[in-house]
């Protein structure tokens, strides 16, 4: 990880409120988040706490009523939503639950369509999917892969424009232990050797120890995790 240059993500002092009138909630109440590149972050907390709220944030999905949020050095107010879309295409992959992959298309054909849709035409599937340990999957579709096999697929599909970082929601919900595990660690494997950030939320405590860092997010409120014990993140709960 290299801490000397421009983070993969800054937050700095965000506040979003939702809804209206009497049902109106602050889901993210002055929020700072620093990732670095080939960072893996967590975030782990109660339903409602905000979680989601902050990969929409940090995704160029939502802006937030006040703070800043700069993805790469870039502050994402700053940019249209047509600049926006372009910018999250191009920076930033989306890893969902199950994969949320299509059904009508190969896993080679979904990769190409992520790539075409950020402009870049010329994407090769093939060594992504192999880095993802899918390339012998190249032409199965959704319905022909088990749930693992799906996420995998999900990985390399939002790697495969080479954002800067990956925003992941609950990448081990829909998969037994095992295969949660090599989910995640894929996941680390790809934060440590592609020197992306990944900001992962999760409620599954068992898939923890392959962070660098745990966040908990408690009323729109981001703190480090009490009694998260991993040596190497010492010094990285510092930088929140
Ligand atoms: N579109 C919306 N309109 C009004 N309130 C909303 C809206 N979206 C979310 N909220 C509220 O904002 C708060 C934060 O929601 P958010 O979805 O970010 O939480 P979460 O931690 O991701 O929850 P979960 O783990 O259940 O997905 C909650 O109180 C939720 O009810």
């Known amino acids: ?37 080939g960072e893996f972050v967590a975030i782990v907390g109660p339903s409602g706490s905000g979680k989601s709220s ?9 802006n937030p009523d006040s703070g800043s949020v700069k993805v790469h050095g870039t502050d994402l107010s700053t940019l249209s939503k047509g600049a926006a879309a372009k910018f999250r295409m191009k920076n930033i992959g989306f ?27 010329k994407v090769d599937p093939e060594p992504v999917l192999e880095s993802v340990g899918m390339a012998h999957r190249a032409k199965h579709r959704p319905g022909h892969l088990s749930g693992g096999e799906r996420q995998r697929v999900g990985i390399a599909r939002a790697l495969v424009n080479d954002p ?44 923890l120890e392959h962070c660098d860092r745990v966040l908990e997010m408690i009323d729109g409120r981001l703190e480090p995790l009490v009694g998260w014990a991993r040596a190497a993140s010492t010094m990285d709960t510092a930088s929140q």
């Not at 037994?176 to 999760?202: I, P």
């Open 164 to 207: 800067t970082l990956l925003l992941v929601d609950e990448p081990t919900a829909a998969l037994d232990r095992r295969r949660s595990h090599e989910v995640v660690q894929l996941l680390a494997d790809k934060a440590r050797d592609e020197n992306v950030a990944v900001v992962m939320v999760t409620h599954d405590h068992d898939i």
């Open 95 to 121: 890893v969902f639950q199950s994969g949320n992959l299509l059904p009508a298309l190969t896993a080679a054909d979904q990769l190409k369509l992520a790539g075409r849709m950020a402009g870049n035409r």
């Open 54 to 62: 902050l990969l929409a944030v940090a995704g160029a999905l939502s």
């Open 1 to 37: 990880m290299n801490t000397t240059t421009t983070p993969a993500l800054e937050i700095v002092d965000a506040t979003l409120e939702l809804g209206d009138g009497d049902s109106r909630v602050r889901a993210l109440d002055s929020v700072s988040l620093t990732v670095q590149e």
